[in-house]
């Protein structure tokens, strides 16, 4: 897939729960964690999501936030991937931070440099990165 968002996950439909107009689809990461997506039941349909579907979740790197102490909170967020800074490429505004996850995945975030200093982001440094669902983008192949 040839496509300008950062983060790309590539997985398995584990479980689909309907709502009212949206339905949460939760996808199995291949090597990684569980992502949640929200999206119309239409989509749903036109995909053709269901358990055991091969489908990716695209996330822009500017849709995900990075908190320093989310282990002290209770987060609304359905996705919270614990890791640790991989590094810190600086920009004149933003900055693009990596960060690794345990199984050998990581995900790219898109900050910026106050939030770099603000936050003292620099490898090793333990974030967690976090997403929310109604951010999460899912494709199948055709």
């Known amino acids: 897939m040839e ?4 983060n790309v996950f590539r997985g398995t439909v584990v479980a689909v729960h309907p709502g009212a107009v949206n339905d949460e689809v939760e996808l199995a990461v291949d090597g990684g964690p569980s992502i949640v997506a929200s999206i119309t039941q239409v989509s ?5 999501l269901k358990p055991g579907v091969a489908a990716m979740a ?4 500017s849709f995900v936030l990075l908190m320093n102490d989310a282990e002290n909170y209770l987060l609304s967020t359905r996705n919270q991937f614990s890791g ?5 490429i600086p920009g004149a505004v933003n900055a693009e931070v990596q960060v690794d996850l345990p199984g050998g995945l990581g995900v790219t975030a ?13 490898p090793g440094k333990k974030v967690t990165a976090i997403v929310k669902a109604s951010q999460v983008i899912l494709a199948v192949p055709r």
């Open 110 to 122: 898109i900050v910026t440099m106050g939030s770099v200093e603000k936050l003292a982001l620099a």
């Open 58 to 61: 695209l996330i822009k790197a």
């Open 44 to 48: 749903t349909r036109k995909l053709g």
């Open 84 to 88: 640790t800074v991989g590094k810190v």
């Open 3 to 6: 496509t300008s968002a950062r």
